[in-house]
């Protein structure tokens, strides 16, 4: 197998080259074809905030898919702050402030697995914390913020 024919199969990833040309519109058959996506990846993406216009078949405007494209690849390089937790399920990011909070002591030096039940998939998103972060989640929940965390 030439090595040409070895990329053509790998997976694409968040930072894939291919660009739709903008004033472009495009089914999708065409969005499928374009980034070697899954039915499925593509009603996911849609679900995600990915726009379109109702029409029969449903078309992409090539401007609205890179700008999807463009957000998506800047979110997924943004840190998590100090208070969020991942989750693999749903791709999202979780608030360790509220929800559902389970504890589990990993290390005797003070490192703990906070996990968080997503309220999307019902799935466990975890994240290691020290213990001084422990405390600061733990006031942070007394008080009640909301939905939204200090970060």
Not at 56 to 69: D, K
Request: hydrophobic share 30%.
């Amino acid at each position: 197998m030439t090595n040409s024919a070895t990329s053509r199969n790998k997976r694409r990833n968040l930072q894939s080259p291919r660009l739709a040309s903008a004033n472009m519109l495009y089914s999708s058959e065409d969005v499928i074809k374009l980034y070697e996506i899954s039915r499925n990846t593509l009603t996911n993406w849609i679900s995600d905030g990915l726009q379109f216009i109702a029409a029969e078949p449903r078309l992409f405007l090539g401007a609205c898919l890179n700008e999807y494209h463009r957000q998506r690849r800047h979110k997924a390089s943004q840190p998590l702050g100090h208070f969020e937790t991942s989750c693999y399920a749903c791709k999202q990011r979780h608030s360790l402030i509220e929800g559902q909070l389970f504890i589990t002591p990993v290390r005797t030096d003070g490192l703990f697995k906070a996990t968080r039940i997503c309220p999307q998939t019902g799935k466990h998103a975890n994240r290691y914390v020290t213990g001084e972060q422990l405390d600061e989640i733990y006031s942070l929940r007394q008080s009640n913020p909301g939905s939204q965390t200090p970060d």
